[in-house]
């Protein structure tokens, strides 16, 4: 009998990945505050837990794919929320992204609950969720890590722990810093160049030809030609990535340039995708 799976959280991300473990032969029971969201998931034998709470009691590993800390300890310290649970000798993974000091207050928490505790952010997004090519970076203690890896490796084409409490959360900010910085290059130089008369598909032919060519730079490259600006990575989730490095302690100049540009794009395009900036960008004032 294949690990009991308790998942939380069925937006963008969550929906893929539980899906991906129910179709890799685990149990899987599901929680979302927004109800209605785990229909497809029930449809093919997923149970709805009306609570954390109850979900925990219920599963052997529960996983936590929420938007941020706030909604973190809504799930934790809200009403029916896993801190009011009874239940121990539960695994509690949480793959949001998050700060590394809730990771570590939680692992305190949950250990004090009799519980484990890893945080196990992914990077990739919506197309990797689906076909289970997520990197998965775990911060915690390595026997947990080694006991849960079977059911992250069904997700992911790498699951690699980066040391203990909240290190896969830094891991984690330091690659979505990177992230920010590579989505505001790429729209800085498409402006740039039709500024000097360069058609965006002529740049992006050169540039998917160079060797800065990667998967990251077709993906975004192509919502730009298609105008496309639908949410795979929502704005103003890059926006709090990049506040969180910033009380994480990120001193770069690059870093503090996305920082800053997302804060301001985030008020007009954060539900958009991250590569919405470009729109921000090419407004002038
Ligand atoms: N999308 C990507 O490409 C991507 C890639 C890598 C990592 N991530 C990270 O993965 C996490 C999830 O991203 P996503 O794109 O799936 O986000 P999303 O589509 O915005 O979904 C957010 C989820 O969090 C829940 N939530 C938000 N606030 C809550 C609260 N106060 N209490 C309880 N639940 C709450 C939402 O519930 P409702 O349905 O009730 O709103 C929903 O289930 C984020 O931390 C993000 O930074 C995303």
Known sequence: MKTKIGWIGLGRMGILMSARLQAGGYPLDVYNRTKGKGNNLSALGATIASSPAELLDKTDVLIIMVSDDNA??????????????????????????????????????????GNRYLDAPVSGSVKQAESGELVVMVGGDEDVFLQVKPVLDQLSKLTIRMGSSGAGNSAKLAVNTLLGIMSQGLSEVVLFANDNGIKTNDLLDVIHNSAMGNVYMKIKGDAILQNNFDAAFALKHIAKDLRLAKQSGLKSPLGEMAYQTFQVAEAEFGEEDIIAVIKKLGTKE
């Open 72 to 113: 973190t300890r809504e799930i934790f310290n809200g009403a029916a929320g896993l801190l009011s649970s009874n239940a121990t000798a539960k695994i509690i993974i949480n793959m949001s992204t998050v700060s590394p000091g809730i990771s570590k207050e939680m692992a305190e928490c949950c250990r004090r609950q």
